[in-house]
């Protein structure tokens, strides 16, 4: 069903490639092969604006819960290749990177590998795009007082927290360079 429900969903996350302008410029996030429990939740946080981002809050706002559930099954399942073995462990960070990833305890949360997360309502986030998992990052650090920028989360809030922009960019560039499942499917009528 959620194969019928994506048309407003392909217009960012069905090309390659594509980039939003707010807060600032980055990649839309890669959502094929992403978690069910995972885009629900994300779906459920802009609806309830615990997510702040003006064009996925009216979208979020517009689907009923079947719908998000429905988007949320088609999308983890789209562009998965069956019978393909699930990702080893990613390779150790070296350097900065290492020391960073330590501090956060990232991998307490995302898994080793960064794409198996110990619950399912937690984002597989290696080789997602870098400057989307910047911004994400950044966006746990705000205080809640702009209407426009923002996601409540307190573990993510304190862990982000702790890094300097800076840092935080180093963290989101070595993420990114990760082996993934997580794709861009284009809508086979927009190839």
Known sequence: MGAKK????????????YQASFPEVHKVPKISGQGAKYIASALNAYKKGERKHPTMRGIAASLSDQDIADLAAFYSTSGVVEGATALAAAPAATG??????????????HGASFSAPIDPSYPRIAGQHGDY????????????SSA?????????????????????????????GLPTDL??????RFR
């Open 183 to 188: 794709k861009t499917v284009p809508e086979s």
């Open 6 to 17: 994506n048309a407003m969903c392909i217009g960012c996350h069905g090309i390659v490639g």
């Open 133 to 144: 998992l910047f911004v994400a990052l950044k966006s746990y650090k705000s205080d809640g």
């Open 96 to 109: 900065d990177a290492a020391a960073l990833v330590a501090k956060g305890n990232c991998v307490s949360c």
């Open 148 to 176: 426009q920028v923002g996601r409540s989360n307190a573990i993510m809030g304190g862990v982000a927290k702790q890094f300097s922009n800076a840092e935080l960019k180093e963290i989101a560039s070595y993420v990114s």
